[in-house]
């Protein structure tokens, strides 16, 4: 059973679109909701992360928004760029130690010139 | 460079043989893991460790053991490779258990 599921398995979007990838989870003890990044031949690498008290975070163009009550929580990128084409993983953990994460399936984004 | 060293790259395997990946940081970090990565199935936890001398199960424990006999190294060993453990497998560190996360950059395992 799938605790975190992800949405859309693959996504193309313009240069200077918005990418928006969703998440979902099961389990209402998570309390730790961060985004990876990962590139070909590389390790993930974290993006942005968010705690439940609060409904949104931005950092630069990314931005995290939360729904606690749909237990749901997804990734915009404003004006994509090229480099910005990578796979993104949600994840969620729960209690002290953030690094024992559940990860969705990934997302695999192409943004096109 | 500070950071995180896997090894082997990669490697291909026989079914039933022994292996070791190997996964050494040197940023003093307290806390390590280890991670296979699967196509369709995103990133699952194997192993982690708390801190030197310590490990613990994560969600897909069976077939690995691992040991931290030091702050450095986070060893993961299949006693006996089967065909299902091909795999990604990426060890990652963190300063404190509920820090931020930094992975190596992973070993592709193929076993046949």
């Known amino acids: 059973q799938q605790q975190v599921k992800q949405s859309p398995q693959s996504l193309i979007v313009q240069k200077g679109g918005i990418s928006i990838i969703n998440c979902a989870y099961e389990n209402t003890a998570f309390d730790y909701f961060p985004w990876y990044q990962q590139f070909p031949g590389k390790g993930p690498a974290l993006l942005i992360a968010i705690r439940p008290d609060v409904s949104e975070k931005k950092e630069g163009r990314f931005t995290i928004s939360f729904n606690k009550s749909a237990k749901q929580f997804s990734l915009h990128i404003m004006d994509s760029q090229p480099g910005d084409s990578a796979t993104y993983f949600c994840a969620a953990s729960k209690g002290s130690n953030t690094g024992k994460l559940i990860f969705g399936q990934g997302t695999t984004l192409q943004v096109k010139p | 460079i500070a950071g995180i060293t896997q090894a082997p790259t990669s490697q291909i395997l026989a079914a039933g043989r022994r292996m070791t990946l190997r996964c050494t940081q040197d940023?003093?970090?307290?806390?390590m893991y280890w991670y296979r990565q699967d196509l369709g199935l995103g990133l699952r936890l194997i192993h982690y460790?708390?801190?030197?001398?310590?490990?613990g199960k994560g969600e897909v424990p069976d077939g690995y053991s691992v040991s931290r006999a030091n702050t450095d190294d986070f060893p993961l060993t299949l006693a006996s490779a089967v065909p299902s453990q091909t795999s990604v497998y990426f060890c990652?560190?963190?300063?404190?258990?509920?820090?931020?996360?930094?992975f190596g950059s992973g070993t592709q395992l193929s076993v046949l």
């Open positions: 460790s708390n801190t030197a001398g310590t490990t």
């Open positions: 990652a560190s963190s300063r404190t258990e509920g820090e931020k996360l930094f």
């Open positions: 940023m003093r970090h307290n806390a």
